[in-house]
């Protein structure tokens, strides 16, 4: 367990298919400017079944062509990975070009000695608050089972140390915000996130180094209520990412 650690994509000229014609797995409201209300639905059906009508009700540009946007395997067999509705029988490329026209400029590091199981979790919800980049610092070869290959969609960066990692947010204007419950740290609660900035979060069970607490500008902690003296650093990263978010991105809708 970390010690409370670190609290912390559309092109035009498509002729489009019949309103009803793209399968939809996971209900929801699609806003402008990115942000995605889930339904209930989201958490129990994932994949759809081939383009219905076959080919000819595929989506195609102004020249007749198949959407370059759409991967034609996918139209013919059918979309099983987990990606919202907006999304489905995309290529990847596609996809990360649309999320790259809307991603925060929130960025999430994390610091890698010991092949830490959270990573991929870190990774994953990075990927669903839009968050610029995630920077991998240490080992090169992180744990990516739990980003359940959100890392595609994903960029991330790898940096040696704290000092590499920490030189190249000066050179790219990001304030750092370590996430931990140590000595000095400020409640989450009540702290003014930059919007310039990128959250670094400890290994499990170690919390952040002293060379990383020493290169943040700010050290943040969520407070907990509980007996327990931390809490999973994947949890933690989400809490702090959303804190992050509610501060700085409209709500969808509002």
């Known amino acids: 367990m970390v010690p409370m650690t670190s609290v912390g994509l ?17 209900p929801h409201d699609q806003v402008a400017g990115g942000g995605v209300v889930p339904s209930p639905a989201d958490a129990v059906a994932q994949g759809v079944g081939p383009w219905p009508g076959g080919p000819q009700q595929w989506p195609r540009d102004d020249n007749g062509d198949v959407d370059p946007r759409f991967d034609v395997e996918l139209l013919t067999h059918g979309d099983q990975r987990n990606v919202i509705d907006r999304y489905r029988y995309w290529t990847m ?17 994390i610091e890698n000695w010991h092949h830490d199981f959270n990573i ?24 990516r089972r739990g980003a359940m290959v959100t890392d595609r969609y994903q960029h991330i960066r790898h940096h ?36 310039a900035s990128v959250l670094v979060f ?8 002293q060379p ?6 700010s050290v943040v902690h969520i407070t907990q209520y509980g007996s327990t003296r931390s809490m999973n650093a994947g949890a933690a ?13 409209p709500t969808p809708g509002q």
């Open 10 to 26: 559309a092109g035009g000229g498509v002729v489009p298919s019949p309103a009803d014609a793209r399968p939809q797995s996971q």
């Open 93 to 109: 490329d596609a996809i990360v070009a649309d999320l790259d026209e809307h991603r925060h400029p929130l960025h999430i590091a």
């Open 120 to 143: 991929g979790s870190v990774v994953r919800t990075a990927n669903a608050f839009a968050v610029a980049e995630v920077h991998i610092v240490g080992k090169r070869r992180w744990n």
């Open 160 to 195: 040696e140390d704290a000092q590499a990692f920490a030189q190249w947010a000066q050179d790219n204007g990001l304030t750092v915000i370590g996430i931990d419950n140590i000595d000095g740290s400020v409640p989450i609660e009540g702290f003014a996130f930059p919007r």
């Open 202 to 209: 400890g290994q499990e069970s170690t919390g952040l180094t």
């Open 212 to 217: 990383m607490q020493e290169v943040s500008q």
């Open 237 to 249: 990263a989400a809490i702090a990412m959303h804190a992050w978010v509610v501060q700085h991105i």
